[in-house]
Structures are given as structure tokens and as C-alpha cells.
């Protein structure tokens, strides 16, 4: 399943280097993407919260049309 986020978080990630569009990734990236997931509309990409190592991964996003509501 492909994260979601708001084009606010987005802009943030991408000003700190962490989010971007599909068309800095490789091809075979993208194709593989899509292939395992298909809600993914192929457009963005971010980086996961770094793990117990301090890793960050790639992985699918999709932009929400609308803002989160708070709790």
C-alpha cells in the first residue's frame, strides 16, 4: 500500500531532500514500483523515517487532495 501525503509535508521533504517527483528515479524503479503496487499513481517519490540503523528507503507516495485534519 502507497503512503499518502499532503502537498504541504511534500514540499517540505522535497526543500530537505528527502521526497521528489518520478522523474528522478531510475525506470526499472518506477516499473517495479508499479507493478507491485497499482493504487501508486506514479508521480512521487520519499524517503521512509530512518529505522533502528539510521537506514531511510525509497517508497511510492501519492499527494492527498485535501489537508489532514488534526485530532
Known amino acids: 500500500m502507497t503512503d499518502t501525503m499532503t502537498r504541504p509535508e511534500f514540499d517540505l521533504a522535497v526543500h530537505h531532500g ?10 526499472d524503479t518506477v516499473a517495479r514500483w508499479r507493478e507491485s503496487d497499482p493504487s501508486w499513481k506514479a508521480k512521487h ?4 523515517d530512518p529505522d533502528e540503523h539510521r537506514a531511510r528507503r525509497l517508497r511510492p507516495i501519492n499527494l492527498s487532495t485535501r489537508t489532514k485534519a488534526t485530532d
Open 18 to 27: 528527502t521526497a521528489g517527483p518520478v522523474t528522478d528515479l531510475a525506470a
Open 45 to 48: 517519490w520519499a524517503y521512509t
